[in-house]
């Protein structure tokens, strides 16, 4: 697809919708509503919001992805990750409750979806790279720690504060006396029948005849009878006057219309968190829409993606939302449920309308415990510590990485947490790439195959010294290639010969070259002859460009052998000539 | 060497020093202090200092790299870009003239001095290496740039500022109407007879009679005549009293002993800096250093030299002085005049201690505009705009990060120049190696060889898709080949293997790990296979701890060749075996 069609893919779907399409995608928006409904309010209080603003946020946005998003079943919404990372980022600037924290709210989500947008605009998916698997893994572990960590107060029912893990650790041993029973044995009875439901209802949907695929869905909507038991209670004992807080009253009708705050300082203040709220979101909701979207042999493309994600948080923000990105839980129930196109989206946004028109009045009698239960139940999925084991097993150095994003993250919150986590694995992938492995080469006896004199039996010659580098040559290797060579040339003070064999550099960039030519140069210096060997086409193509050949003391040989058959041809040559 | 004597080099060189070695290490040390002394005076006005701080700054700091340093001829002292740096460093911090910003150029080089011991210790000196040449390269020319402009308020007498190009152009402009007309024929005098010094004196000297050698050497002492008569003239003409700056009066005696102000405020707001300069004052030194090690075949070790430097700016930080580093044309005349070790940059020290004893009042008539014409022909030689040329000719990307280093470094200060420039060729080498070459690659017929199926007649196969990655795989590029192979199954219909050929590959870390992991379970939801095929032994190595093969859908095959084989031979067995 190209031109205008390139940012419509509602275009390419739209064409082949049907009526049986229809039917899928309306079953699982309807699925994916009832089980929407208590997260959006969950993960808008998780942010330090009105319940409200969540339901806000999973409509709008839905619609926007509907038209510009490329995966067919990703199901966009307030997840918890980019809640937590939303309560930070707006923590240092406005107070919960207050009006300024709510414009900041949309405000972030309005510069985030601006970010998503100029990344997808100008083809720059590619930074979200510099985010390594391992380093999410561990970003994610830790604030779902964080997360459940910081509910613990709602379940207690104490007011209790702290942004990170010893902070809300402390504040809570200060408040530990204050805890109302009543929200207790609320919060505790729904954390058991949320994990229940999770673990025990589908055997026993089974056991009563269900079908595999129908007794997953109903489920999944399990949460829903939590909220509508606690609230019923909550209403009939009167709950409230016991201590008990409720979710309270909560403006029915549709979202209205904002406009972000458009103040300097604000958008400066925000402007990092809004980058890294914008990158981890598009990382989570990619690798969701790519996991659901090979299942079916389809594809997304990354750059559309963000401008789907862009659009669907400038959409929130106009319409009092606050950031969005895919989910994980959703996108897999709107996938099981069997949703076709993007529709399906458009349809639950319907099904959420109707939910802020008709369900405040129930709202009104909800514990907030019960939500902290869902939140709770919800985050410790997330919560994996394995990727310690497996890096620690594969790589030192991504452990390294994870292990300090972990406890960056508990201990000095996300923003810490996540960009040391990047600035650290781009230093440790320069670290490692600084020292690349660098061969002395002989030759297998009786072939014409060159291996490393250290792991295999094979001939050398004093005056000819031949190395292999495996790894492309660039600024940060450079300097460690020319120390290497004038070390082993310095050692080697027969040798009037250096061969660089480079079947492994890919690249060869221009602090590299400099360094061949210093080292070309210098060796020239003390009477040594540099010739290259086995330099690959494109690389070939950048040193004939360079004017660095003609320099060049000795030559560049096609293989290996070739180099050493002719250097040794020469100087019988030239020793011949001598005798004679 | 290894153990304690690896920290101190004196202990090898200092055992085989015999008569000779002293006298020619004499005369070079007394070349090089004549040379040294305007230089000093010179830098240190430079960077805002009284110009005897430059002096200091050429006594203990020779004697301890003397004790410390690996290269036999590198010859420590002030340097133009280090001085340049400090002076922006220092220059938000205090007021030039005042007790503070003395206190602040020492304990810049207390810092400096700290944080090279520690990358020394720590052996990281690798970190200097993400310093790429064309970012230092374009770096020192805009740094000679400024440093050139700087100094044109001496050379007319008017009291201009600026650290930037714009605000010093702007300043001069605004004050040209009061040149100083004596001034600016006496800097226009010594800027003209330091240029014939350099092109015309030596020509002029060898016509005389004298050895080539002997006429480099009295040419490079030429300044010194510029002083001499320059002083002379101030004094016999009382230029002083008709607006002429003269240096005025220099304390005359060695230096105080010092300490670096410990102050926690001052120590944040120079952590940068001095971090900045330590890293540029070692790249410098050591590609200096290693250029002179070569042409006598000799050693310099990268990290001793950081311990050597570290220890010379420590003693420049408590002998009143401040930040030093290797400088290139003392370190070529020490060398060109037959320093054989180290020690000649002690009898150097020696002989400016003598020149700080006797010189000062002969100073005090010396015109300033002296000392700036000796800076501006000195750092003159350093503006080399060709690299623009040569980097636009060889490779953009590299291109991009040298403009955005001389642009911002004119017009932006030292600081944002150099740091823009080290985050600039990172970002650049990620980007390029996140987006790496991959070749759906096919069978030469009659051969073993597989090439790219764009560049070469090749075989292949519609039910088995090979590709070719040619770049180490970790968390940079990991996605893209995830997009990449999927992007490839969804357009290949038929496709039930895919073999993807690892030959150039180095490394794989975790982040790509997982995408391997992603890439098969994905692929066996659609029904393909996955193998590897060429990969490399420590590759293997890891792979096999991780777990991941007993998962793979596919196998690990020696090479490209086998690969096909076994797939083809398989599915004709499989295929022959439903026909019986």
Redesign the interface.
Known sequence: MDGFARYFPILAWGRTYTSETLTNDLVAAMIVTIMLVPQSLAYALLAGLPPEVGLYASMLPLVAYAIFGTSRTLAVGPVAVVSLMTAAAIGNIAVQGASEYLAAAMTLAFMSGLILLALGIFRLG?L????????IAGFITASGILIAAGQIKTLLGVKAGGNTLPEILASLAGTLQDTNFITLAIGAAAVAFLFWVRKGLKPLLLSAGLRSRTADLLAKTGPIAALAVTALAAWALDLGARGVKLVGAVPQGLPPLSLPAFSAELWRDLALPALLIAIVGFVES??IG??L???R???IE?DQELIGLGVSNVAAAVTGGYPVTGGFARSVVNFDAGAETPAAGAYTAIGLALATLFLPPLLAYLPQATLAATIVVAVLSLVDLSILR??W???K??FAAVLATILLTLTMGVETGISVGVVL??LI?????????IAIIGQVPGTEHFRNVLRHKVDTHPDILSLRV???L???????L??YI??A??KAEDVKHVILACP?V??I???A???LE?INS??K??GVEFHLSEVKG?VMD?LE???FLPHLTGKVFLSQHQALHTIRGDRFAHQGSVAV
Do not use: C
């Not at 992938?429 to 492995?437: A, I, N």
């Open positions: 590619f979200a790279n510099f985010l390594s698997h391992p380093v990619i690798s790519q996991t979207a090979a299942k042999r389809q594809r990354p497996k890096t097993n594969y790589a150095s991504d694995s781009i992938h320069l670290y490692k790439t600084s020292r690349p492995h495996d790894e492309s660039y600024f940060a290797n450079a300097r460690y020319e120390d004038y070390a040339v310095a492994a890919n690249d960039d221009m602090s070259l400099e360094s210093s210098r060796l210096d003390a494109p950048k460009r360079s004017g």
